[in-house]
Each structure stands twice: as structure tokens, then as C-alpha cells.
């Protein structure tokens, strides 16, 4: 399996990427999210120092409507009850009938029936983007997995032949997070390394990472190359937040930073 590179370790990510950030930033598109209740805010905090503009729309009777208004969706079960149910079904329903692109955030299934079934069901409105760490996309490609929590016990590279099977099967590009991640539509495999153990003791980091994806769906038409490079820039942001952090509390602020302050003079050959 050919695996191409985004970026070498601990620099910045190639032109293709850079010229994704500015255009997103240019076009402030508007993002939908469907996310759990932990992470809400630092979610929405997330797209405002990227350059997007979030909408935390959630209720049964709006989603519908919203859903085809913004650029991209995002859907994470995190958290979700039999009361969330009906509006991340009737959202995916609205994007897939408008073509709206959307990310599906699957946290967490495998482990548990309730949530598993909900994401049988929500993949029949064919998400564009699939963002799982490696145990959620082994789990959902049905292979043995076993998971602790919301937390992956696999690392990204084993789950790469799952990520390529289900690519195929469902029509969606997967993004498999870890401290690499892998990025594949079935046939390609781009790898994202970068990444930052600490990124996983703040709570919301790789949920915020499928907001990200759904902000570059907004304004590249090809998933593959919107989810390297929300990926990309994620794992610069926190790479670069986390070598001037002491711990989890000061890293979830310098990201918000990295994450606004990358690009911004000191990066673009052109000074945009």
C-alpha cells in the first residue's frame, strides 16, 4: 500500500494546504454542528480562530430547515440520547437531499447497541467525511476492536485496511486520528503525521477536529483534499500549542491561538 505524506515532521504542511486555510478564511463558511454536550463551546471557539462561522443548531424542529443553508454539517454522537435521535436523522437527511457535505463523528460505536445502531442509520445518508480514531472505524468496518471509552486502544495504522474497506463500501472518505492520521477514499492513503500526545488529555480536541473537516468541505469540493487538510492544519496548530504548553489547561488556549495565528505573516510567500 503506497502511502503518500502531507508534511515532514514539525513543519508546516505543502502550498495545497496553506491555499485551503486562506480560502476558508476568505469565505467564512458557515458551519452546522449536531456535536455532543461536552464540547459544545470549545467546538465553536475552534471554527471562530480558524476562520469559520459556527451554528450550534440541534433542535428536532430546526435541523431540517439549517441543514441546507450551511456550507458543511458535522454530526458527532458523543453524548447522544433517544432524544437526539430523530435531529441528527432528519440533518443527515436534509444535507444528503440538498448536498450539503457532512462529517460524521462516530464516537464511540462498537462499544455500545444503542449508539452502534444509530450510526447504521445515520451512514445511509451517505456522510462525506467519516472521522473516527482506529478502534470506531475497525468497529465499523466490522472488524475486532476493542475500545476504552471514546478512547482508541489500536493504533491508526491498524485500522488502515478497515478505513479502505469501509471508504468503499459506504462512498465516504475516512479519516483515521491518531498521532498519525491516515486519510483515505479507498484507493489513496495520505498520511498526516504531526500530532501531540497531549492533544488527547483536553477534552474535545479530536471533536473538534470533525468540525474542522466539515469547515474545509465548505470550501473544497474534493473530501479527500478538504480532510488532509483540516487534519494538516489541526495537527500543526497542536503540535506548535502544545511545545509552549505546561499541561492540558494551557494547551486547549494556545491552540485556539496556533489555530488563528497560523499563516497569519509569517508563513505565505504571498503576505496574505
Same mark, same amino acid.
Given at each position: 500500500?503506497a502511502?503518500q505524506?502531507t508534511?515532514s515532521?514539525?513543519t508546516w504542511?505543502?502550498?495545497l494546504?496553506? #491555499?485551503?486555510?486562506f ?5 467564512n463558511?458557515l %458551519?452546522?454542528c449536531? @456535536?455532543n454536550?461536552?464540547?459544545t463551546n470549545?467546538t465553536?471557539n475552534v471554527?471562530?480562530?480558524?476562520g469559520?462561522?459556527p451554528?450550534m443548531? /440541534?433542535?428536532?424542529?430546526e435541523v ?5 443553508i450551511?456550507?458543511g454539517?458535522?454530526?458527532? %454522537?458523543?453524548?447522544v440520547?433517544?432524544n437526539d435521535v430523530?435531529a441528527?436523522?432528519?440533518a443527515?437527511?436534509a444535507?444528503?437531499q440538498?448536498?450539503?457535505?457532512? %462529517?460524521?463523528?462516530?464516537?464511540? /460505536?462498537g ?6 445502531d444509530v450510526v447504521?442509520q445515520?451512514?445511509?445518508h451517505?456522510?462525506?467525511i467519516?472521522?473516527g480514531?482506529?478502534s470506531?472505524i475497525?468497529?465499523?468496518a466490522g472488524?475486532? !476492536?476493542t475500545?476504552k471509552?471514546? #478512547?482508541? @486502544?489500536?493504533?491508526s495504522?491498524d485500522?488502515?485496511g478497515?478505513a ?5 463500501r459506504s462512498?465516504a472518505v475516512i479519516a ?5 492520521d491516515?486519510v @483515505?477514499?479507498?484507493?489513496? /492513503?495520505i498520511? /498526516? ?6 492533544? @488527547? ?8 477536529l470533525?468540525?474542522?473537516?466539515a469547515?474545509?468541505l ?7 483534499r478538504?480532510?488532509v487538510s483540516?487534519?494538516a492544519v489541526f ?6 500549542a502544545?511545545?509552549? !504548553?505546561?499541561?492540558?489547561g494551557?494547551l486547549? %488556549?494556545?491552540?485556539?491561538d496556533h489555530?488563528y ?6 508563513l #505565505?510567500?504571498e503576505?496574505?
Amino acid at each position: 500500500m503506497a502511502i503518500q505524506h502531507t508534511m515532514s515532521y514539525r513543519t508546516w504542511p505543502n502550498p495545497l494546504v496553506v #491555499d485551503d486555510l486562506f480560502r476558508l478564511r476568505e469565505a467564512n463558511p458557515l %458551519v452546522h454542528c449536531v @456535536t455532543n454536550l461536552v464540547v459544545t463551546n470549545f467546538t465553536a471557539n475552534v471554527l471562530l480562530a480558524l476562520g469559520a462561522s459556527p451554528a450550534m443548531v /440541534v433542535a428536532k424542529e430546526e435541523v431540517g430547515q439549517f441543514a441546507p443553508i450551511a456550507s458543511g454539517l458535522l454530526i458527532n %454522537v458523543g453524548t447522544v440520547t433517544s432524544n437526539d435521535v430523530d435531529a441528527m436523522l432528519s440533518a443527515a437527511r436534509a444535507a444528503d437531499q440538498a448536498g450539503t457535505p457532512w %462529517v460524521l463523528d462516530p464516537v464511540a /460505536v462498537g462499544a455500545l447497541t444503542f449508539r452502534t445502531d444509530v450510526v447504521e442509520q445515520l451512514i445511509t445518508h451517505h456522510p462525506t467525511i467519516i472521522r473516527g480514531n482506529a478502534s470506531e472505524i475497525l468497529a465499523l468496518a466490522g472488524e475486532s !476492536s476493542t475500545a476504552k471509552g471514546a #478512547d482508541s @486502544t489500536a493504533d491508526s495504522a491498524d485500522a488502515l485496511g478497515a478505513a479502505r474497506e469501509l471508504s468503499v463500501r459506504s462512498g465516504a472518505v475516512i479519516a483515521v486520528t491518531g498521532v498519525v492520521d491516515y486519510v @483515505t477514499d479507498g484507493e489513496e /492513503v495520505i498520511a /498526516v503525521p504531526g500530532s501531540h500526545d497531549l492533544l @488527547t488529555k483536553v477534552t474535545g480536541s479530536g471533536c473538534a477536529l470533525g468540525a474542522i473537516l466539515a469547515a474545509f468541505l465548505g470550501v473544497e469540493d474534493s473530501a479527500l483534499r478538504a480532510a488532509v487538510s483540516g487534519s494538516a492544519v489541526f495537527a500543526t496548530a497542536g503540535e506548535r500549542a502544545a511545545r509552549e !504548553s505546561r499541561g492540558p489547561g494551557s494547551l486547549a %488556549v494556545a491552540l485556539l491561538d496556533h489555530l488563528y495565528l497560523l499563516g497569519r505573516g509569517d508563513l #505565505d510567500p504571498e503576505g496574505r
